[in-house]
């Protein structure tokens, strides 16, 4: 079965043909991050636009990649995310599937984040713990199948990926404010500055950063520029140990011996190498999407399509898109009887 993957969530136009045998056949990207550069973030009506005029074209140029044809179904995000731009993937899927013929499927954005570890030669088997962590979310997550997901922990404000963004703007860098902080940080001392690891003096696995940035502000404040890099060294130190320090917790409370971790904040080189270490502190499997994947992109929809399209699927339906959308609402994919399907995403049929 050959699925074709659309993600138009918020500023990154990914599209990606998908082959439950032969594994992704061909997958491109275009970010918008020029386009909002000068307005320090993501604009919602210039993302959508932009969607609009390189969707279409992108799809064309995929599919020849992939050899042509029409695919056996298509795969959009529809949510959560910016509605306009959902939008957009949504009525370029639902026209597609009503000119082909083939089913179409909404599949969820953070639930594409967190099967694209199975795109990799070494995909995680179930169960395990997965840390989703992004612009818009940062979730702790037991996996127990596809669809089948308990919410151990959330972020009670911002989720890391808006902390990364926000506190490099404080700082006076450029937008994506997450690699240009970790970029600094390289140079700082790891060491001048004692930041708070929010949260983890008291139990339970949510995330709080609201406070972390207020002390960074003043502590960047009173020291000046000069300290800048030091100041993002021990932000960044402050976020990777809260978040090893909670991943360890959710390994313990549910007995799981693997930890995956995706999403744009997943691709951090000081957060993985935290997280290696703790891996093999306890012995635990480790799985990260590669680089590439971490951030938005059409091959996690394709992927996570091909699982819930399967046998039974219904026939092209209208748009739909969710700007909201708990992952926990996500049910196990049904096969034709009704029943749950049985071999999905422990990558045998990858």
Known sequence: ????????????????????????????????????????????????????????PLI??????????????????????????????ASAAAGLGLAWDVPVIGVHHMEGHLLSPMLEDDPPAFPFVALLVSGGHTLLVEVAGVGRYRILGSSVDDAVGEAFDKTAKLLGLGYPGGPALAALAESGDPGR????????????????FSGLK??????????????????????????????????????????????????GVGANRRLRARLRALADERGA???????????????????????????????????RARARWPLDELCPPMNHRGTEAQGYGNGSDR
């Open 1 to 56: 079965m050959r699925i074709l993957g659309i993600e138009t969530s918020c500023d990154e136009t990914g599209v990606a043909v998908y082959d439950t045998e032969r594994g992704l056949l061909a997958h491109a990207l275009h970010s918008q991050v020029a386009l909002h550069a000068d307005y320090g973030g993501v604009v919602p009506e210039l993302a959508s636009r932009d969607h609009v005029r390189k969707l279409l």
């Open 60 to 89: 064309d140029s995929v599919r020849a990649e992939a050899g042509g044809g029409v695919p056996d179904g298509v795969a959009y995000t529809a949510g959560p995310g910016l509605v306009g731009a959902l939008l957009v993937g």
């Open 193 to 208: 500055f004692a930041f708070p690891r929010p949260m983890t003096d008291r139990p339970g696995l949510d995330f709080s």
């Open 214 to 263: 207020t002390a960074v502000l003043l502590a960047a404040r009173d020291a000046g520029e000069t300290a800048y890099a030091d100041v993002a060294r021990g932000f960044e130190e402050a976020v990777v140990d809260t978040l090893a320090i909670k991943c360890a917790r959710a390994l313990d409370a549910t007995g799981a011996g693997r930890l995956v971790v995706a999403g």
């Open 285 to 319: 499997g480790l799985h990260f999407p590669r680089p590439a994947f971490c951030t938005d992109n059409g091959a996690m929809i394709a992927y996570a399509g091909s699982l819930r399209l399967g046998e039974g699927t219904p026939p092209p339906a209208p748009a």
